[in-house]
């Protein structure tokens, strides 16, 4: 449970993410095109904002991590929903594509939420760039239309990032936080010594 008397800066900027959502959520419903556009630029702008605050005033903490997860989960999923409501067409045009890259996110969040309980806070470098390249894509599609290179490469970027996230649940046997890349797991203190308490 969260509390909020506890909550630093980076919690906040984070924790925005999640408060927007039924607002974002109404835009939607009344088909505020450019409004939802625009506070769906604010809320993927508190994700870089929280993550800069939380190393630079060394306030990192596993609630932080878990909430900028949440808060990015729901943003890129409300990205979507606006591209499914006022782009509909384009969804339906492209559904296999995307089917390809977010039938595996899914499978990735059903497997962490079976084995730790919770979403994953890995936040690996792929995860990052993912994030950036969806943003960009999604918040351009809707003011100014289509970029079909830069649709290609979030397809791409986003399925090998699924990949890499459903590998390190598979070598973590406990929930951890910032796990850099697959590389950086094999050598991570966190998981060999998991390992050496099963041996």
């Not at 009344?30 to 605050?53: H, M, P, Q």
């Not at 079909?148 to 996230?165: A, D, R």
Request: glycine share 4%; hydrophobic share 55%.
């Amino acid at each position: 449970m969260w509390k909020f008397k506890n909550f630093n800066i980076a919690d906040w900027f984070s924790f925005y993410r999640v408060a927007a959502i039924p607002f974002l959520i109404v835009l939607l419903w009344y088909s505020e095109r450019k409004l939802f556009t625009w506070f769906l630029l604010i809320s993927y702008s508190t994700d870089a904002i929280d993550g800069y605050l939380a190393r630079k005033l060394k306030i990192t903490s596993e609630r932080g991590s878990q909430l900028d997860s949440i808060g990015d989960q729901l943003t890129f999923i409300m990205g979507l929903i606006g591209l499914l409501v006022f782009e509909v067409n384009f969804i339906k045009e492209n559904v296999v594509l995307i089917s390809i890259a977010l039938i595996p996110y899914v499978l990735q969040m059903a497997i962490a939420f079976v084995k730790y309980g919770k979403a994953t806070a890995f936040h690996t470098y792929l995860a990052k760039i993912s994030a950036v390249i969806q943003a960009v894509f999604i918040i351009w599609f809707l003011f100014f239309g289509p970029v079909y290179w830069l649709f290609y490469c979030m397809i791409v970027i986003g399925l090998l990032e699924t990949i890499e996230e459903i590998t390190l649940i598979f070598m973590y046997d406990t929930w951890v936080a910032d796990v850099k890349s697959f590389l950086f797991a094999l050598n991570d203190k966190r998981r060999l010594k998991d390992l050496n308490n099963k041996l």
